[in-house]
């Protein structure tokens, strides 16, 4: 069975970072693209930021360009998500999944709230 285990959400200050972690099994994690998601109450769940199976290639979305940082390890399937200088729009469940069109199934992922 498929396994996509978010982690590293919290309460942060503005200003503050965050790494978030998702530990995966049962697909061949290096094989597929994998992207982080995020998803606030109301509103559509949007693409954050994505990475090439190798790892050579990343996307970001326009509101996180030079603050994120989305990175993998083959090794231990795991798929990273570093995020500096969050703002109080930050604040959403975050979610890991593939890169493609074709999402496993989407977990409970990890709840970032960024205020004061």
């Known amino acids: 069975q498929v396994q996509l285990v978010e982690s590293g959400g919290g309460l942060v200050q503005p200003g503050g970072s965050l790494r978030l972690s998702c530990a995966t099994s049962?697909?061949?994690?290096?094989?597929?693209?994998m992207s982080w998601y995020r998803q606030v109450p109301g509103k559509e769940r949007d693409l954050v930021a994505r990475i090439s199976s190798v790892g050579g290639s990343t996307n970001y979305a326009d509101s996180v360009k030079g603050r994120f940082t989305i990175s993998r390890d083959n090794a231990k399937n795991t798929l990273y998500l570093q995020m500096n200088n969050l703002k109080p729009e930050d604040t959403a469940v975050y979610y890991c999944?593939?890169?493609?069109?074709?999402?496993?199934?989407w977990g409970p992922g990890t709840q970032v709230i960024v205020s004061s």
């Open positions: 999944n593939s890169g493609g069109n074709a999402p496993f199934y």
């Open positions: 049962g697909f061949a994690f290096s094989r597929y693209a």
